[in-house]
């Protein structure tokens, strides 16, 4: 699932003859408008060429509210968004200034949004918030910490992340302070937003917006008793790559986030998707092709290749989004110990399958499909 070689972002767009590329897309997109249709049934999708057209639409270009369903047409807005760039075609540097404003955090210049994490925060209103930390707002729980719903004053919902409170491990410290500074570079509509932090003590608090609907893994187990729709899958998959689109490509410094996987990606009510938890995220190099540092992540998504020469860069982010593609076609975990040794690691079960022609694979997806609908 690696990209080919290179230092280069995967994700990285360019248009080196000015708007030629946008425009052979447009043309491309007008001519294909009439034959695009809708697929109906229990669950409501979009045809193969309309899914892989709306990978080129910014989230900021999509109504929050619509998810895939018949009035959604990728091409359509495609179409809409091109046009609306016509005025940079005149130039090499116009197109790269308004491609990168597609990714551009919304209204960070608007005086009617502060800049993450600058709200400031005291012990006694957190606690107020969070009901001095009570069991029953607990919402989450990882390795560096525990996540609780809070309610500030204004009634704004909050999601606060409490670091534990171990003094003899000095990587908790690191990472609290290394999460904070990269959540105070990065603002998108697809990352989950920073509103501030508080060291006081010998608390550790991270204080985030709160993402109602849990989180994508939750979903994958029908937690809730309902299964995602495949029209669902597609439009988190596109969110989750304008997310490491951004965090790569059109942040202020590119970032590595170093653990995407699906109990990281949080659910709106409908079912619009945020990358959360930086606690390992890694400035990228701006002047190398990687960086070398310790192995951080999680089993299943990490990248082969940095696990053989701790040597990160953006292509691992990639591989852990591939592993999160195919969980969300197939609904597997990443390692799944009680399988047979084939089909225990997921990333080497579809590569067994692909090696086999895919008879395996589109065997074992149409089994899966009966038993969901």
């Known amino acids: 699932m690696r990209s080919g070689s290179g230092g280069a972002s995967p994700w990285r767009r360019s248009d080196p003859g000015g708007s030629g590329e946008l425009s052979r897309v447009s043309v491309a997109t007008t001519a294909s408008s009439a034959s695009e249709r809708s697929v109906s049934g229990a669950g409501r999708g979009v045809s193969f060429l309309d899914a892989f057209r709306s990978c080129f639409v910014p989230p900021e270009a999509r109504s929050p509210e619509t998810s895939m369903s018949d009035d959604f047409h990728p091409s ?44 400031k925060f005291s012990l006694p209103q ?24 809070g309610q500030l004053a204004d009634g704004t919902l909050v999601a606060v992340k409490r670091a534990k409170k171990n003094v003899y491990d000095k990587h908790m410290g690191r990472e609290f302070w290394n999460e904070i500074e990269t959540l105070q570079r990065i603002e998108h509509l697809n990352l989950v937003r920073f509103h501030g932090y508080l060291e006081f003590g010998g608390e550790q608090l991270i204080i985030v917006e709160y993402v109602p609907n849990g989180n994508l893994r939750e979903h994958l187990d029908c937690v809730n008793g309902k299964v995602l729709e ?144």
Not at 94 to 119: A, D, L, Q, V
Not at 127 to 144: E, Y
Request: a positive charge; proline letters at 4%.
């Open 230 to 373: 495949f029209s669902q899958r597609l439009e988190i998959a596109i969110d989750v790559a304008h997310a490491i689109t951004y965090l790569h490509t059109y942040s202020d410094h590119p970032v590595i986030h170093r653990d995407i996987k699906s109990s990281n990606i949080l659910l709106m009510n409908n079912f619009r998707a945020k990358v959360a938890d930086f606690g390992f995220a890694k400035l990228a190099p701006t002047d190398a092709s990687h960086v070398s540092t310790q192995v951080k992540g999680t089993a299943g998504y990490l990248d082969p290749e940095y696990l053989r020469t701790y040597q990160l860069n953006e292509k691992s982010d990639v591989y852990s989004f591939g592993v999160l593609l195919v969980e969300l076609v197939t609904g597997r975990r990443p390692i799944e110990p009680k399988r047979s040794i084939i089909e225990r690691v997921t990333a080497k079960w579809v590569s067994f399958c692909q090696s086999r022609q895919c008879t395996y694979l589109h065997h074992h997806w149409f089994q899966y499909l009966m038993k969901q609908w």
């Open 76 to 119: 359509h807005q495609l179409s809409h968004l091109v046009s609306s760039q016509g005025s940079n075609s005149g130039s090499t540097f116009g197109s790269k200034r308004s491609i990168k404003g597609m990714y551009s955090p919304m209204h960070r210049n608007s005086s009617e949004r502060e800049m993450p994490g600058s709200t």
């Open 126 to 149: 957190i606690q107020k918030a969070t009901k001095n930390f009570s069991p029953n707002l607990k919402i989450g729980q990882g390795g560096s910490g525990t996540v609780y719903k």
